[in-house]
């Protein structure tokens, strides 16, 4: 349920969850993956978002409220399908991984039919310089894509004092929430000079429904009531029956992929009307587990992967899977480090994650290992 925090721009989102061990934001030079170099812009005043909005006062700081624009009604769902698909890419969390972005290429590649590739948001993040925002542009201009947060917040006409969007909740410390609003900050300067990527940025849908086989899948951010909605973690989907069973009835969805809380996992529940699935790829241009420098992205398809999957299951006929995104580790190190070196703020937040991975297993991911 949203609640008024101040102005009529925000609301709070529903769910806590515990901190990611991600957190964090940025852009690298050179020619190893960055984008090749473009003269540098002058800054114009971006073209008018249909987001707009003035900027706002109000009682949660900046990254931890949820900006009211952000919320839908879990009954958006329950459309015609946008698209269908035999096989589809669900791919959150890019953060301006280029490596990631050709490694997937080549993975649909492989496969035997056409895959449907959605970047479902937070494509942009590292990418803080002109030549690898344009870049990341290129990579995802081809494809159905989402905007997360970071995309909403960075194509505003005016800053609305939401910061990086995060909608982070309590238990996240407040020097991450800070130094994540400085990493959109400094995104955000450089998409001015692209008014025309913010512009079709702000254009971008929040949700989308697909066939896949006998599925309806809701391809979302954060959750099913917001785009930047944290309900859609381990700790909640456990003991939350009443609310995915009241979802499944007005959204008249049977999957849900996600992203927005950068923790991978897959939950299945029968519940009383039938059955729903949630999967969230954390992160395709970063490491999802201890110790494996791999991003992960959503596969659901008719037909099985011919890339093994790190986990996943099979119903009705359609196959859910997370699948290793095996970028070139070197390039985008390269990248981050150029633009984000130790001491600024992505380098503080995660650096750790990108080296060592976070401190996460697949038996989290699964539920299957206690928290």
């Known amino acids: 349920m949203s609640v008024p925090v101040g102005r009529e721009h925000y609301h709070i989102c529903d769910g806590t969850s515990s901190p990611s061990p991600l957190v964090g934001e940025g852009r690298g030079g050179g020619s190893r993956g960055c984008g090749s170099k473009v003269p540098h812009r002058t800054t114009p005043t971006p073209d008018p978002s249909p987001q707009g909005g003035g900027e706002q006062n109000s009682p949660l700081p900046a ?28 791919v959150g969390g890019l953060y301006g991984n280029l490596a990631a972005a050709r490694a997937i290429e080549r993975m649909a590649a492989v496969e035997r039919v056409d895959v449907a590739i959605v970047y479902n948001g937070d ?15 290129q990579a995802v ?41 400085q990493i959109l900050s400094e995104l955000r300067s450089v998409a001015a000079r692209a008014p025309a990527a913010c512009t079709r940025l702000a254009g971008l849908p929040m949700h989308l429904v697909a066939d ?15 785009l930047a909605g944290w309900s859609f973690t381990r700790e909640i989907l456990g003991v939350a029956g009443a609310m995915l069973a009241d979802l499944r009835a007005r959204a008249r969805i049977d999957l849900v ?41 959503s596969r659901i398809a008719t037909t099985p992967s011919p890339h093994r999957p790190v986990y996943g299951l099979t119903r009705d006929g359609v196959h859910i899977d997370a699948i290793e995104v095996a970028y070139d580790h070197g390039q985008f ?36 290992a206690p928290e």
Do not use: K
């Open 123 to 137: 494509f942009h993040w590292f990418d803080a310089g002109d030549d690898w925002f344009d870049a990341v542009e």
């Open 63 to 90: 990254g931890r409220v949820c900006p009211l624009d952000y919320a839908y009604d879990p009954a958006v769902f329950a459309r015609r399908a946008d698209f269908s698909a035999g096989i589809l890419y669900v």
């Open 257 to 297: 992929a996600s992203t927005h809380t950068c923790l991978a996992l897959l939950h299945d529940a029968a519940l009383p009307n039938g059955r729903l699935t949630v999967i969230n790829n954390g992160a395709a241009g970063m490491p999802n587990f201890a110790g494996r420098r791999h991003g992960l992205l």
């Open 212 to 226: 896949v086989g006998s599925l309806r899948v809701g391809i979302v951010h954060g959750d099913a009531n917001s």
């Open 141 to 181: 201009a081809p494809h159905r894509a989402l905007r997360g947060n970071v995309e909403t917040e960075i194509s505003r006409t005016a800053d609305i004092g939401a910061g990086c969007g995060c909608a982070y909740p309590a238990d996240v410390a407040d020097d991450v929430v800070v130094r994540s609003n």
């Open 333 to 368: 190190l390269d990248c981050f480090l150029a633009r984000w070196p130790a001491g600024s703020p992505a380098h503080l937040s995660y650096a750790r994650r990108i080296f060592d991975g976070p401190a996460y297993t697949v038996a989290q991911a699964l539920g299957s």
